[in-house]
């Protein structure tokens, strides 16, 4: 029996082939703690059809993972997000999203590899879940951004007072988000490729 057919798909999507144009690509990690919204940032600005990770949380992560304050979630990341969005015709951003739960924290040695910098997604409701994520990140030597996540009654701090919380010196760039939104996550990406250009060019 002959099981080709003419109407067979060998190769990527149309949608998911780079444009002819592109001449550089940037590999951008998104982080943050449990429940933040990393997945959505990363499914909300992607170009093309994200991959996900994410299965059916269970009694397993009970008492394991902290889910103080996200406790209607019910998946969970366990591997890692990936998507790609063009900041140009020439930039091309690879994401990839980490998991939030600190058991599955040795993934991250992989997903940093090649990274030239990091977006940090906090929730207000539960600032402590990014404290040993940027802490991280800074014993890693990896330039980020943070994006204060937008969520339904959070409370609203002044920029001030969060740096402080978080222990972040002035440089670092801090911005508001809806991850949920195309344009909102783009502005995030913005920030930090404009944040890492000025790290490459020395001020004169």
């Keep these: 029996m002959d099981f080709r057919s003419s109407d067979t798909v060998t190769g990527p999507r149309s949608e998911d082939v780079l444009p002819d144009t592109a001449t550089a690509a940037v590999k ?6 449990f429940g933040v919204g990393k997945t959505t940032m990363v499914g909300s600005v992607s170009e093309i059809r994200p991959l996900t990770t994410e299965e059916t949380m269970t009694q397993a992560g009970v008492g394991v993972d902290d889910n103080v304050g996200v406790e209607t ?42 990274a030239l910098g990091a977006v940090v997604l906090i929730d207000t409701r539960r600032l402590q879940v990014s404290f040993d994520v940027i802490g991280r990140l800074e014993e890693r030597g ?9 969520f339904p009654g959070a409370p609203k701090h002044p920029v001030e007072a969060l740096r402080s919380a978080l222990d972040l010196p002035d440089e670092v760039p801090m911005i508001d988000c809806d991850a ?3 344009a909102s996550s783009r502005d995030v990406l913005m920030t930090l490729m404009r944040y890492l250009h000025s790290l490459a060019v020395p001020l004169t």
């Design 28 to 33: 951008v990690v998104v982080v943050g703690g």
């Design 73 to 114: 979630k019910t998946a969970t990341t366990v591997a890692m997000d990936f998507g790609r969005i063009s900041l140009s015709d020439e930039l091309i951003l690879y994401l990839f999203g980490t998991p939030g739960q600190e058991r599955f924290w040795f993934l991250w040695n992989g997903l940093f590899e090649g």
């Design 142 to 150: 990896v330039p980020f951004v943070v994006a204060v996540n937008t």
């Design 180 to 182: 949920r939104l195309r």
